[in-house]
């Protein structure tokens, strides 16, 4: 059993900044990459940022130079800060983990229950 655990949404002024957190916990043998993910009312979810296990990123180009991503391989976390916030950008992110239960499965995506970001102007 895998879980994934997101903290850090909340509401914040057109401006501002955010701090999100997600933690990879269970039956984990290696983990591959990590990201978030968003999902806006009424628009398919869409990728944010990605990070593997040995720090290569991945931004949507909307966020680049004002979102930044990170992990700790030792805790199972990646983190994700927003800065410059925008009402745009609000949605639900949620975090993802590609990762193998143990030696001997492959790879499987994992994803959080999400957490709401809300950006007022």
């Known amino acids: 059993q895998v879980q994934l655990v997101e903290s850090g949404g909340g509401l914040v002024q057109a401006g501002g900044s955010l701090r999100l957190s997600c933690v990879a916990s269970?039956?984990?043998?290696?983990?591959?990459?990590m990201g978030w993910y968003r999902q806006a009312p009424g628009k398919q979810r869409e990728l944010v940022a990605t990070?593997?296990?040995?720090?290569?990123?991945n931004y949507a180009d909307t966020v680049k130079g004002r979102f930044t991503i990170s992990i700790d391989n030792a805790k199972n976390v990646v983190y994700l800060q927003m800065n410059s916030l925008k009402p745009e950008d609000t949605a639900v992110y949620s975090c993802?983990?590609?990762?193998?239960?143990?030696?001997?499965?492959?790879?499987?995506?994992?994803w959080g229950q999400g957490t709401q970001v809300t950006v007022s102007s």
């Open positions: 269970g039956r984990i043998f290696s983990i591959n990459a």
């Open positions: 990070i593997t296990s040995g720090g290569s990123t």
């Open positions: 993802n983990a590609r990762l193998r239960p143990s030696p001997s499965t492959w790879s499987y995506d994992y």
